[in-house]
């Protein structure tokens, strides 16, 4: 048995690490191949950071394209390889004529879920305009959301299972910078990263809007290291990358940033 009491004290997601747990015991008395639910940025890093504090298994998230914020687990045995191709995915369109209502991400989300689904059965949603969307979904709901998924908004929509050759993802805007800063504080780093005032940047801190390694921080002192990734809602990532001490004692900071 895994010492489960143990590894669930101090986490944030306790009911979603306790139902990884139970499958990375699974994996241990099975010698199989158990797979999660579609896991949040936040769950991902814990489960895996979680799971790296036991010799007897590994994991590999998936989620349908490299840069998918929802992703699946796959957890097996440490002798048992793990690729993505173990992670059972479906890709779904749903489409209709929204020139004249336009969805947003939250509108197709919420026409998904209003069918009844629980959020872990989904994974990214693409939103592609007037044409309608993609979502990505457990390969046993398909059949489900193509008879139910009929309509968002006002709009009629037709949900239909697709190849994955199909998918309709953009590349992330990507900018490299570099910063030099008295500290390595969030509010400074994340300002000079994402080009808004330091006291912009420490309302959004204070109000739990920025992640770092998708943990919440409301600290605008976070020391930040290299390495680490802040995320702000709606605003996109930033990458800390090489730090080094100037001739002044400053920190010349790489980073990179993705909208």
Same mark, same amino acid.
């Given at each position: 048995?895994?010492?489960?009491? $143990?590894?669930?004290? #101090?986490?944030?997601? !306790?009911?979603c690490?306790?139902? &990884? %747990?139970?499958?990375?015991d699974?994996?241990i008395? @099975?010698w199989e +191949?158990v &797979?999660?639910?579609?896991l949040?940025?936040?769950e991902? &890093?814990?489960?895996?950071?979680?799971l790296?504090?036991? @010799?007897?298994v590994h =994991?590999l998230?998936?989620?349908g394209?490299?840069?998918?914020?929802?992703?699946?687990?796959?957890?097996?045995?440490?002798?048992?390889?793990?690729?993505? =191709?173990q992670?059972?995915?479906?890709?779904?369109?749903?489409?209709?004529?929204?020139m004249?209502?336009p969805?947003?991400?939250?509108?197709?989300?919420?026409?998904v879920l209003? *069918?009844?689904l629980d959020?872990?059965? +989904? /994974?990214?949603?693409?939103?592609?305009g007037?044409?309608?969307?993609q979502?990505?979904?457990?390969?046993?709901?398909?059949e489900f959301?193509?008879? =139910?998924l009929t309509? +968002?908004?006002?709009?009629?929509v037709? *949900?239909?299972?697709? $190849?994955?050759?199909?998918?309709? &993802?953009?590349?992330p805007?990507?900018?490299?910078?570099? *910063?030099?800063e008295?500290s390595?504080? %969030?509010d400074a780093?994340a #300002?000079a990263?994402?080009?808004?005032? !330091?006291?912009?940047?420490?309302?959004?801190?204070?109000?739990?809007?920025v992640?770092?390694?998708?943990?919440?921080?409301t600290?605008? #002192?976070h020391t930040?290291a290299?390495?680490?990734?802040?995320?702000?809602? /709606?605003?996109?990532?930033?990458?800390?990358?090489? +730090?080094?001490? *100037?001739?002044?004692?400053?920190?010349r900071?790489?980073?990179t940033r993705?909208?």
């Amino acid at each position: 048995m895994l010492p489960k009491d $143990d590894l669930l004290k #101090s986490v944030e997601h !306790r009911d979603c690490l306790a139902r &990884v %747990l139970d499958l990375a015991d699974q994996a241990i008395k @099975t010698w199989e +191949v158990v &797979v999660t639910d579609f896991l949040s940025p936040p769950e991902q &890093v814990e489960a895996q950071a979680t799971l790296q504090r036991l @010799t007897d298994v590994h =994991s590999l998230a998936w989620g349908g394209y490299p840069q998918a914020e929802r992703q699946r687990l796959a957890i097996a045995r440490a002798e048992i390889p793990l690729e993505p =191709s173990q992670i059972p995915l479906a890709l779904l369109t749903v489409g209709g004529n929204f020139m004249f209502d336009p969805a947003n991400h939250g509108d197709f989300l919420g026409a998904v879920l209003g *069918t009844g689904l629980d959020r872990g059965q +989904v /994974g990214d949603i693409i939103v592609l305009g007037e044409r309608g969307a993609q979502a990505i979904a457990v390969p046993e709901l398909t059949e489900f959301l193509t008879q =139910s998924l009929t309509q +968002v908004r006002s709009v009629p929509v037709k *949900t239909q299972p697709l $190849d994955w050759d199909q998918l309709r &993802v953009r590349p992330p805007k990507k900018k490299e910078l570099t *910063t030099v800063e008295a500290s390595l504080r %969030l509010d400074a780093v994340a #300002s000079a990263g994402f080009g808004m005032s !330091r006291s912009k940047m420490a309302d959004l801190i204070a109000s739990g809007d920025v992640r770092v390694n998708w943990k919440a921080i409301t600290q605008a #002192s976070h020391t930040l290291a290299a390495g680490d990734l802040v995320a702000i809602r /709606g605003k996109g990532r930033l990458e800390i990358g090489e +730090v080094a001490i *100037t001739k002044k004692e400053r920190y010349r900071i790489q980073l990179t940033r993705y909208a």
